[in-house]
């Protein structure tokens, strides 16, 4: 059983644990921060990382929707794109990936990306497939043609 002698002793018991207890709090909610701090500095670091090693390639087909499919054979893999539609190819930013493009009886040859280009931005590179040819643009507003359609077969 707890005699206390005064009001006074009570009130500075009182106090002293409404401090402590206050302190308690307060550390709690400090180390619950820096671990969110933490945590969101360690995802943020591996988006960062992760964003750095790789790079998009968009291919955008302008090919008229009466034509079928074009079929790509890349280093890195095959797909078909449907005409008037896009496709979005995530690759090691130190790989070179390139591509032998099928439409109709008419085939390309295009080096879809190259580490040693200049890319400005961070949209990677956008490659437009259109009945002429194939142009490609490292900043997703001027485009240079980098390859033309020939027949099957024809170097």
């Given at each position: ?42 995802h ?17 087909s ?36 390139s ?23 961070h ?10 040819g ?13 390859a ?8």
């Amino acid at each position: 059983m707890c005699v206390y002698l005064s009001h006074n002793v009570y009130l500075n018991q009182t106090l002293r644990n409404f401090k402590m207890s206050t302190y308690v709090v307060f550390f709690l909610a400090l180390v619950f921060v820096l671990f969110n701090v933490s945590t969101d500095a360690k995802h943020q670091y591996n988006q960062t990382t992760n964003a750095k090693s790789r790079i998009n390639i968009t291919f955008k087909s302008l090919i008229p929707l009466s034509e079928r499919d074009l079929y790509f054979d890349c280093k890195v893999g095959t797909f078909l794109l449907p005409s008037q539609q896009d496709h979005i190819m995530a690759v090691s930013i130190d790989q070179v990936v390139s591509c032998h493009v099928y439409r109709n009886h008419l085939e390309a040859t295009i080096t879809a990306f190259d580490p040693k280009s200049k890319l400005i931005g961070h949209l990677g590179v956008v490659w437009l497939i259109r009945p002429d040819g194939l142009l490609q643009s490292l900043d997703g507003f001027f485009f240079e043609k980098k390859a033309t359609w020939k027949p099957l077969g024809q170097k």
